[in-house]
Each structure stands twice: as C-alpha cells, then as structure tokens.
C-alpha cells in the first residue's frame, strides 16, 4: 500500500504563485508515474500534469507555460510550480500514483486564486 500526503495550497492573488508537493510512503515497488489532478465544485477530475520514472512529462493544454512538475525519484517526491495562477485554477488538487495496474490517490490541497 502506498500514502500520499500533499501540501502546499492556500489562497493566492490572482498572477501569484504557489508550489504543491507530493511525498509518497509505505510499500513501494516502483512508481510508474506521480502526477497531479485537480478537481473544482462541480466538475470532473481532470489531469494537470504527470511524470513518469523516464523523466516523461505531460502537462493539460490549460497549464502549459505556466507550471512545471518535478519529481525527485530517490525520495518518491513529486512537486507542482505554478506560476501565473488564475481564478480558473482554483480546485481540489490531488496527487496520484501508479505502482504497475495500482493508482493510489491523495487526500487533496485546497487551492483558491482570489482577489
């Protein structure tokens, strides 16, 4: 079994910046991909960006430019820079997980861009 615990949100003006990490533990074997999901009121959990144990990015056409993912493979780490943030971007954001067919999910970090 694997944990996520995420930190990082918190409300920010709309331009602002903020940085979302990811820490995975417990039983690993080796985790294909980590990456991050955001979902806001009343919509459907949609992809930000993923990373694979290659270096592999993929990021959703609405973030392209503006954040980055990282992730440090000795420590199963993953990390979100965004920059340039936007009301649009507030959400639930929730690190993910795949070890081979299993997806493992974090509680999620509130992130609100509000004037």
């Known amino acids: 079994q694997v944990q996520l615990v995420e930190s990082g949100g918190g409300l920010v003006h709309p331009g602002g910046s903020l940085r979302l990490s990811c820490a995975a533990s417990?039983?690993?074997?080796?985790?294909?991909?980590m990456g991050w999901y955001r979902q806001a009121p009343g919509k459907e959990r949609e992809l930000v960006a993923t990373?694979?144990?290659?270096?592999?990015?993929t990021y959703a056409d609405s973030v392209k430019g503006r954040f980055t993912i990282s992730r440090e493979r000795t420590k199963d780490t993953v990390f979100l820079q965004m920059e340039g943030l936007k009301p649009d971007d507030t959400a639930v954001y929730y690190c993910?997980?795949?070890?081979?067919?299993?997806?493992?999910w974090g509680q999620g970090t509130q992130v609100t861009v509000s004037s």
């Open positions: 990373c694979t144990i290659e270096g592999s990015t």
């Open positions: 417990g039983i690993i074997s080796n985790l294909n991909a």
């Open positions: 993910h997980a795949q070890d081979g067919p299993l997806h493992f």
